[in-house]
C-alpha cells in the first residue's frame, strides 16, 4: 500500500469568531502512527478534520505526500473525496440500509472496481477484523463492537495512502475498548499505513502510537514518544494530564548540581535531584514533576546518594492491580502507586525514595 | 441560493401586496393604488364586534381544546389504561377528519332546526330546540375536537419526556400523591401546556371553515370569514379586507413569536435524552372512567361525525329516524353525474399529486440547505419559508389573488396558481416533516461516503436519498393529503373553470341539499383513500420489480 507522509503548518481554523486551532505545525512520517492527545475542546479532532478535508481552515498548510491539500496562499483546497485518505468515524457511521458487505465495498465501488475483485478485497477486509461470518447481514443489526470493526473494514479496504482515527474506542465499553486496542495496532501494523489518531485517553494513545502529540486550546504542548510523554512531560499541563504525577514545588540550587541533573529545594528543606527535560528556569518557584508509580517505598533505608527521604504512610488504599498509599512527606502528601503487595500499614515510618531520571523540571 | 431565494419570492411576493392592498385608499378596485394611507386600518373601528367575536371562539376552542389534550396526555402517558398503545395511535384519527367534515356532521346533528338531536327532543315531547351549534359554542365545539389532537401530542409529549425520578424523589421526600401532582408535576409540565395553548390559539384565530359552515347560517362572522365576504360579495371590498388581514396576521404573529419564547426558555429542560419509559401510574379502579373518556372523545370528534354523515349521504331527506324508503343511492349518482363534481375531483386529485411531488423535491432540498449546507443566511431561510405558519391560509391566498392578478403570465384562474399557492403555504409542513428526518441522520453518514472518496452527487444518489426515504414519503403523504382537502386558500383561488373540490362542498352546502354534499364529502374521503392505496400497491410493485 501506499505510505503518505503529512506536513501541517500554521495551521489556524476557527467557528465564526471563536479560534478553534491556532496555529499547529507537525508532521506525520510515512508509515508513522501519530496520536493527538488531550481533552475535549483542545482542537485535536478540528484539525483531524481538516486534514480529511470535512473542514476549511482559516489559514496554514496541509500537504499530503508532498502535495499541498490546502493552503492559504496560493488558495488551495481539495476536497474530502479527492485528498485519497480514509477515517473512522467516533459515531462508526455505519450506513443503515446497507449490509455489512455493501458498507465495506462501498469504497472500492465508488473507484469501480470490477465487482469480482470488490467481493475479493471485501472479503479479505472481513477477515482481517474477523467478520467473515457477516457480510450479507443488515448493518443496522450490529453490536457496538461489530459496528467498529465494520468501520475499520470500510476505512482500509480500497487502500487509503493515510487512515484517520476520529476516537473510535470512545464508545466501547472498558473490557471491549482494551481488547480493540490490542487489535487496532496489530492491523495498524499490519496494513504497514500512515495513520493519524485522535484520542483523550491516555492510555489508549500510549499503546498505539509511535508519537504523541499533546494538545490543549488549539495549541500544540508537547510532541514526543509515548516513553517521552509519560516520563519527562515539558509542563504542568502534560504532566497533570498524563497520568497521575506528584509536583514538588522548590528553589533552584544550581549550586548543588552535578553530573547534568538539577536540584530543587523544598521549603521543608528536602533536596530533590532530577533531570531537565526542556529549557531550565531559574529561580524561588520551580515544579518537578514525578510519576506516582515512579516513586519507593521500603521500611530499610536503600543504598542510594540521593532522593532518599524518611517518611510515614497515612492512607493506604487497595485498588486491585496496584495500592495507593499516601504518604506524610516534607509538611505534605505523596502519592504512591505500588504494584507489589509490600507489607506496609498505615502509621508505618519508612523511606520514599526515587530515580532522579524519573523526577522532571518543568519549563512551567 | 437560487432555491432558497425562490422559497423567498413565494412567501414574500403575496405578503407585500396583501400589506400595498391595505394601505390602498383611493378607488377600492384601482391597481396599483391610487393613493396610500391608514385609512382602512382607522375603519377597523367598525368592524370591532368581528375581531371580538374571533377572540371569543378561538378562546373558547383553545380553553376546550387544552383541557381534552391536558386530560387525554395525562391519562394516555401516565395511568395504566386499557390499551393506552392503541388509543395513542387512534389520536392522531381527529386531525384527519378535518374541521369541515366535522362542522357538515355536527350541524346535521345539532343545528336548531333540524339537527337530529333536537327532532329526537322534539319527539319526545320537547319544546325548540335543546341544542344550537349555530352558536360561538358550536364553532368552537368543533374546533376544539379537531384541535383537541393537536393539543394531545403537544401535551402529551411534554409528559412523556419528564424524568419519572423527579416525581419519585418527591415521594421518597416524604410528599404524598397529591402534593407530588401539585408542587412538582404540574410546574414541570405548565411550559408546555402553555406552549400548546398559544399555539392551538394562534391556529384557532386564523381558522376558516368551521366559522364559515356554522356561522354563516347566523350572520355570525369572524375575521376569516368576513374577509372571504368582503372580497365575494359585489363590489368586492379588497382594501378593508386586506386590512383585516394584516392585522390578523399581526396578531398570529405576536401568538407564534410567544409561543417560541415559551418553547425556547420555559422549559426546564427534562429532556435528558436518556432513555426511560415514563411510569404508568396505576389507578386502580379509576382506569374504567379514563378508559371512557378516551373513547368518548373519539366518539364525538372521530365515529359519530363520520357515521352521521355516511348516514345523511345514503338519505333521501335527513332524519334522525331511519325508514327503510328513505334509503337511496341517488345522492352519489347525482355527485358522480355532475360535471362540476367530476372536474373538480380530478383537478384535485391531479394538484395533489403534483403539490406533493414538485413540494417533497423543493422542501427537501430546502431542508437540506438549512439544516445541513452550513450557507450563510440559512437561519434567514428557515424563518422565511416557516413564515406562513403565522398566516391563515386565506389571508395568504388574499395577497396572492392581489399579486398574481397582475403577473405577466396569465396563469390567474388555472390551477397553476392553486399549485403555486399550496406550495406555498404547505412549505412549514413540509419542511417540519423531512427536516425531522434530515436532523436525525448524523452527519457522519454523509461525511464517512466522502471520506470513501465519493462525490457530493454519488453521496446524494448512495446514502442522503435512501436514508431520507421515509420521511420523503410520509412528506409525500401528507402533502397529498393536505392539498386534496385544503378550503381557505382554494376557495378564493379557484377560476370558475378550474374548480376543486373541498370549495365546491362548500358551495354545495349551501346551495344544494344536505344530503348530496355529505356524499360529496365522503367521496372526497374515498378519493383520498383510493389514491393512496393505488399509490402505495403501485410504489410496492416497482419495489419488488426493481428487486427482481
Known amino acids: 500500500m501506499a505510505r503518505a507522509s503529512i506536513e501541517v503548518r500554521d495551521l489556524v481554523v476557527r467557528y465564526g469568531g471563536v479560534v478553534a486551532v491556532r496555529g499547529v505545525t507537525f508532521t506525520v512520517g510515512a508509515g508513522e502512527h501519530l496520536t493527538l492527545l488531550g481533552p475535549s475542546g483542545c482542537g485535536k479532532t478540528t484539525t483531524l478534520r481538516a486534514i480529511a478535508g470535512l473542514e476549511k481552515p482559516a489559514s496554514g498548510e496541509i500537504r499530503i505526500g508532498g502535495a499541498p491539500v490546502f493552503s492559504s496562499s496560493p488558495a488551495v483546497n481539495v476536497p474530502a473525496e479527492r485528498r485519497g485518505l480514509s477515517m473512522v468515524f467516533q459515531s462508526y457511521a455505519i450506513w443503515p440500509h446497507m449490509s455489512v458487505f455493501d458498507n465495506v465495498a462501498y469504497g472500492l465501488r465508488v473507484r469501480k472496481r470490477p465487482e469480482a475483485e470488490v467481493t475479493a478485497r471485501v472479503r479479505e477486509a472481513l477477515d482481517l477484523v474477523q467478520l467473515s461470518e457477516l457480510g450479507a447481514r443488515s448493518a443496522s443489526k450490529l453490536s457496538g463492537g461489530q459496528q467498529q470493526r465494520v468501520a475499520l473494514a470500510r476505512a482500509f479496504v480500497f487502500s487509503p495512502s493515510v487512515l484517520l482515527f476520529d476516537e473510535p474506542l470512545s464508545n466501547l465499553d472498558a473490557k471491549l475498548r482494551a481488547e480493540m486496542r490490542v487489535e487496532l495496532k496489530e492491523l495498524q501494523r499490519r496494513l504497514d499505513i500512515t495513520s493519524v489518531y485522535v484520542t483523550h485517553d491516555l492510555e489508549e494513545a500510549l499503546a498505539i502510537s509511535d508519537r504523541i502529540v499533546v494538545m490543549r486550546d488549539g495549541a500544540i504542548e508537547q510532541i514526543g514518544s509515548p516513553g517521552e510523554i509519560y516520563d519527562r512531560p515539558r509542563n504542568t499541563f502534560v504532566a497533570d494530564f498524563v497520568g497521575s504525577a506528584n509536583l514538588i514545588r522548590g528553589r533552584r540550587r544550581a549550586d548543588l548540581e552535578r553530573d547534568g541533573l538539577v536540584v530543587i529545594q523544598t521549603q521543608g528543606g528536602a533536596l530533590v535531584h532530577g533531570t531537565a527535560s526542556g529549557g531550565r528556569p531559574q529561580g524561588d518557584d520551580t515544579l518537578m514533576a514525578v510519576r506516582t508509580v515512579r516513586l519507593r517505598l521500603e521500611r530499610a533505608r536503600p543504598a542510594t546518594q540521593v532522593n532518599v527521604w524518611p517518611a510515614r504512610i497515612r492512607r493506604r488504599v487497595f485498588q486491585g492491580d496496584f495500592t495507593q498509599y499516601h504518604v506524610d512527606w516534607d509538611g505534605r502528601v505523596l502519592v504512591v502507586r505500588l504494584a507489589t503487595a509490600e507489607p506496609l500499614v498505615e502509621g508505618d515510618e519508612v523511606f520514599v525514595s526515587a530515580d532522579p531520571r524519573y523526577c522532571v523540571l518543568l519549563e512551567e | ?548
Open chain 2, 1 to 548: 441560493m437560487l432555491v432558497g431565494g425562490l422559497a423567498a419570492v413565494l412567501v414574500l411576493y403575496p405578503i407585500a401586496y396583501l400589506v400595498q392592498a391595505s394601505l390602498s385608499v383611493g378607488d377600492p378596485q384601482a391597481r396599483p393604488p391610487e393613493a396610500y394611507g391608514l385609512d382602512n386600518y382607522a375603519g377597523l373601528g367598525r368592524y370591532a364586534h368581528i375581531f371580538g367575536n374571533t377572540l371569543l371562539v378561538a378562546a373558547l376552542a383553545t380553553a376546550l381544546a387544552v383541557v381534552v389534550g391536558f386530560t387525554m396526555g395525562w391519562i394516555l402517558s401516565r395511568t395504566n389504561v386499557p390499551g393506552r398503545a392503541a388509543f395513542e395511535q387512534l389520536m392522531a384519527l381527529p386531525y384527519y377528519v378535518t374541521p369541515l367534515m366535522g362542522a357538515l356532521a355536527w350541524a346535521l346533528i345539532a343545528s336548531p332546526s333540524s339537527g337530529f338531536v333536537n327532532q329526537i327532543w322534539r319527539a319526545l315531547g320537547g319544546d325548540g330546540h335543546l341544542v344550537d351549534i349555530n352558536t360561538p359554542w358550536g364553532i368552537a365545539w368543533v374546533m376544539a375536537l379537531f384541535e383537541g389532537s393537536v393539543a394531545f401530542v403537544m401535551i402529551g409529549a411534554v409528559m412523556k419526556s419528564m424524568d419519572p425520578a423527579m416525581e419519585e424523589a418527591s415521594q421518597v421526600l416524604g410528599a404524598g400523591r397529591a402534593r407530588t401532582m401539585l408542587r412538582i408535576t404540574l410546574p414541570l409540565v405548565l411550559p408546555g401546556v402553555l406552549g400548546a395553548a398559544v399555539f392551538v390559539f394562534a391556529e384557532m384565530l386564523g381558522s376558516f371553515s368551521a366559522a364559515l359552515v356554522l356561522g354563516l347560517p347566523n350572520r355570525f362572522y369572524v375575521v376569516t370569514t368576513a374577509m372571504y365576504q368582503l372580497v365575494s360579495q359585489y363590489p368586492p371590498r379588497f382594501p378593508t379586507a386586506a386590512a383585516m388581514g394584516v392585522s390578523l396576521f399581526a396578531v398570529m404573529f405576536a401568538m407564534v413569536w410567544i409561543y417560541r419564547r415559551i418553547v425556547s426558555a420555559g422549559t426546564y429542560v427534562t429532556i435528558t435524552g436518556k432513555a426511560f419509559r415514563p411510569r404508568a401510574m396505576d389507578v386502580g379502579s379509576m382506569r374504567w372512567p379514563f378508559l371512557g373518556v378516551c373513547v368518548a372523545y373519539l366518539t364525538v370528534a372521530v365515529i359519530l361525525p363520520v357515521l352521521t354523515v355516511t348516514y345523511a349521504s345514503f338519505q333521501h331527506l335527513t332524519s334522525a329516524f331511519p325508514r327503510a324508503a328513505n334509503f337511496t343511492l341517488v345522492n352519489y349518482q347525482t355527485a358522480l353525474a355532475l360535471d362540476a363534481v367530476r372536474s373538480a375531483l380530478g383537478n384535485s386529485l391531479l394538484l395533489g399529486l403534483a403539490t406533493a411531488s414538485v413540494g417533497v423535491l423543493l422542501m427537501g432540498f430546502l431542508s437540506w440547505l438549512i439544516y445541513r449546507s452550513r450557507l450563510p443566511g440559512a437561519g434567514v431561510i428557515e424563518y422565511l419559508v416557516m413564515f406562513p405558519q403565522a398566516v391563515p391560509r386565506l389571508v395568504f391566498a388574499f395577497g396572492m389573488l392581489w399579486a398574481w392578478l397582475i403577473f405577466p403570465i396569465p396563469i390567474y384562474g388555472t390551477l397553476w396558481l392553486l399549485l403555486i399557492a399550496y406550495l406555498t403555504v404547505f412549505l412549514p409542513l413540509g419542511l417540519r416533516t423531512i427536516s425531522g428526518v434530515i436532523l436525525q441522520i448524523d452527519r457522519s453518514l454523509e461525511e464517512s461516503a466522502q471520506m470513501c472518496g465519493a462525490t457530493w452527487g454519488y453521496r446524494l444518489r448512495t446514502v442522503t436519498m435512501p436514508l431520507l426515504k421515509p420521511g420523503l414519503i410520509a412528506a409525500w403523504l401528507l402533502l397529498f393529503i393536505a392539498s386534496v382537502r385544503e378550503l381557505g386558500a382554494s376557495i378564493l383561488l379557484m377560476g370558475p373553470k378550474a374548480k376543486v373540490i373541498t370549495p365546491a362542498i362548500v358551495e354545495s352546502w349551501f346551495s344544494t341539499s344536505t344530503e348530496l354534499t355529505a356524499a360529496m364529502a365522503l367521496l372526497q374521503t374515498l378519493a383520498v383513500v383510493a389514491a393512496l392505496v393505488l399509490l402505495f400497491a403501485v410504489a410496492r410493485r416497482a419495489v419488488q420489480q426493481g428487486g427482481e
